[in-house]
């Protein structure tokens, strides 16, 4: 291979032209002539028996030369990128500028490679750290949850209440002609909860077990069956079971049965320090976002769309790996949400383009800080995946990308950095969403 050129383009794209020499193109010519041939069919000669000259005549004279530029495209592209020392990030569009066994072959490719960045401030940024008081609602409501969660269920006599779990047999008709998936024996339903189309658990409230009805409604005009939006439709139910639950009484042996404290009082506080806690670190979250956005405004970069793309593809299989993970393909995810897979990709865009951006910026920092990751913090990262995914950390050690490993590490220091160096003032504020809700 011998690289002849490597000219920048815009949106951060390259063209590479680069050469096979005539002796390495002639001998793949021939391979490709002894491994293909068989495939074409020649009158008077059986498969694979027919000469070269004879094929070709038939189905054009540089038939074996693109078989030949194909099998030696990867290795002298892979060359010619390492020679012209450029980082790329995008998938080669290739371009055959003349191919000959008497000259060899010369090849043009178009490839996106990572941007130039060019940083604004990064040190010494101001952010405001707001970190939410602790609403006693938010304790009183999680007690609750707490209260809900250890209740049990017994069996109502009378009729049934808002709040109730009625198991129930029904069938749906509209204009008196059963319609598909509107039938179901007992059916768990928790009255007042919302789940039905409006109207339906209201009229079973009232109800007593063994009782059979009919519950009359209507779909609403946007359903997501369009055959049945708007409908007038008619329920026929068996009321099987009323439940209702007991709660437990919110005391001290609430309090010991539900957890390792004595005391209610006990209980509360430590859920108020977990508030506390989980308040703050969202308000350190928040403040490496806000730090990072600022960052991210202030560098200019010709970012390829090919980088996008790329982090969007890391995402869709990182998704699919998390649902396989729960016995579900990919295929059958898109279609319980009737999408296709370009417009479930599109929901990643904003998400991959930020990232993209803060990787940027954050490697940008590396270089100009000169921010290194150690042989001790490579360790210690290798030993906390092994202890996340339940493996010997040789084995860790022996499957991961050290330089890939301590480039992840060095962008989380940068990070760090940016945060040491900036003005962080703290401001408390009232935690006025969730005192609402409650």
């Given at each position: 291979m011998n690289l002849i050129s490597c000219e920048?383009?815009?949106k951060s794209m390259v063209e590479l032209q680069f050469s096979i020499d005539a002796d390495t193109f002639k001998k793949a010519v021939a391979a490709a002539f002894k491994r293909e041939s068989k495939k074409y069919a020649v009158p008077?000669?059986?498969?694979?028996?027919?000469?070269?000259?004879?094929?070709?005549?038939?189905?054009?004279?540089?038939?074996f030369h693109y078989d030949a530029v194909n099998d030696l495209f990867p290795e002298a592209y892979e060359a010619a990128v390492k020679e012209a020392g450029i980082d790329v990030v995008g998938r080669p569009e290739p371009e055959v500028v003349s191919m000959s066994e008497a000259e060899g072959a010369t090849l043009k490719v178009k490839v996106a490679v990572k941007p130039e960045v060019t940083?604004?401030?990064?040190?010494?940024?101001?952010?405001?750290?707001?970190?939410?008081?602790?609403?006693?609602?938010?304790?009183?409501a999680e007690i609750k949850r707490m209260q809900d969660r250890n209740g049990r269920l017994l069996t109502r006599d009378g009729a049934a209440e808002n709040g109730d779990t009625a198991d129930i047999d029904f069938e749906g008709f509209v204009d008196g002609v059963a319609f598909e998936g509107g039938k179901a024996e007992h059916y768990s339903l928790v009255l007042g909860s919302g789940s039905f189309i409006p109207g339906f658990e209201e009229q079973v409230v009232g109800h007593k077990a063994g009782e059979e009805f009919d519950v009359n409604v209507k779909f609403p005009e946007q359903y997501?069956?369009?055959?049945?939006?708007?409908?007038?439709?008619?329920?026929?139910i068996k009321l099987h079971e009323v439940k209702y639950k007991e709660l437990p009484a919110l005391d001290d042996d609430f309090a010991k049965d539900v957890s390792e404290y004595d005391t209610l009082d006990e209980l509360k506080d430590s859920i108020r320090k977990?508030?506390?806690?989980?308040?703050?670190?969202?308000?350190?979250?928040?403040v490496e976002n806000d730090l990072i956005e600022q960052v991210v405004n202030g560098m200019t970069a010709d970012i390829p769309q090919a980088m996008i793309d790329g982090r969007v593809e890391e995402l869709v299989q990182d998704f699919q790996y998390r649902i396989a993970?729960?016995?579900?393909?990919?295929e059958q995810y898109l279609q319980y949400m009737g999408m296709d897979m370009d417009a479930f990709k599109g929901q990643f865009a904003e998400q991959a383009e930020k990232q993209v951006k803060m990787r940027l910026a954050m490697e940008a920092i590396?270089?100009?800080?000169?921010?290194?990751a150690t042989d001790e913090e490579f360790e210690a990262e290798v030993n906390r995946i092994a202890d996340v995914y339940k493996m010997e950390a040789d084995k860790v050690r022996s499957v991961v990308d050290e330089a890939a490993v301590?480039?992840?590490?060095?962008?989380n220091k940068a990070i760090d950095f940016v945060k040491e160096k900036a003005e962080v003032t703290t401001e408390t504020v009232v935690d006025a969403p969730a005192a609402q809700e409650e």
């Amino acid at each position: 291979m011998n690289l002849i050129s490597c000219e920048k383009l815009e949106k951060s794209m390259v063209e590479l032209q680069f050469s096979i020499d005539a002796d390495t193109f002639k001998k793949a010519v021939a391979a490709a002539f002894k491994r293909e041939s068989k495939k074409y069919a020649v009158p008077g000669f059986r498969k694979g028996k027919a000469p070269r000259a004879m094929i070709e005549k038939m189905y054009g004279a540089d038939l074996f030369h693109y078989d030949a530029v194909n099998d030696l495209f990867p290795e002298a592209y892979e060359a010619a990128v390492k020679e012209a020392g450029i980082d790329v990030v995008g998938r080669p569009e290739p371009e055959v500028v003349s191919m000959s066994e008497a000259e060899g072959a010369t090849l043009k490719v178009k490839v996106a490679v990572k941007p130039e960045v060019t940083l604004g401030e990064y040190a010494g940024l101001k952010v405001t750290r707001k970190v939410k008081t602790v609403d006693e609602a938010q304790v009183e409501a999680e007690i609750k949850r707490m209260q809900d969660r250890n209740g049990r269920l017994l069996t109502r006599d009378g009729a049934a209440e808002n709040g109730d779990t009625a198991d129930i047999d029904f069938e749906g008709f509209v204009d008196g002609v059963a319609f598909e998936g509107g039938k179901a024996e007992h059916y768990s339903l928790v009255l007042g909860s919302g789940s039905f189309i409006p109207g339906f658990e209201e009229q079973v409230v009232g109800h007593k077990a063994g009782e059979e009805f009919d519950v009359n409604v209507k779909f609403p005009e946007q359903y997501q069956a369009e055959e049945l939006a708007g409908k007038d439709a008619v329920f026929k139910i068996k009321l099987h079971e009323v439940k209702y639950k007991e709660l437990p009484a919110l005391d001290d042996d609430f309090a010991k049965d539900v957890s390792e404290y004595d005391t209610l009082d006990e209980l509360k506080d430590s859920i108020r320090k977990g508030i506390e806690e989980n308040n703050n670190k969202q308000a350190d979250a928040q403040v490496e976002n806000d730090l990072i956005e600022q960052v991210v405004n202030g560098m200019t970069a010709d970012i390829p769309q090919a980088m996008i793309d790329g982090r969007v593809e890391e995402l869709v299989q990182d998704f699919q790996y998390r649902i396989a993970q729960q016995g579900l393909k990919m295929e059958q995810y898109l279609q319980y949400m009737g999408m296709d897979m370009d417009a479930f990709k599109g929901q990643f865009a904003e998400q991959a383009e930020k990232q993209v951006k803060m990787r940027l910026a954050m490697e940008a920092i590396v270089a100009k800080e000169g921010i290194e990751a150690t042989d001790e913090e490579f360790e210690a990262e290798v030993n906390r995946i092994a202890d996340v995914y339940k493996m010997e950390a040789d084995k860790v050690r022996s499957v991961v990308d050290e330089a890939a490993v301590k480039a992840d590490l060095a962008v989380n220091k940068a990070i760090d950095f940016v945060k040491e160096k900036a003005e962080v003032t703290t401001e408390t504020v009232v935690d006025a969403p969730a005192a609402q809700e409650e």
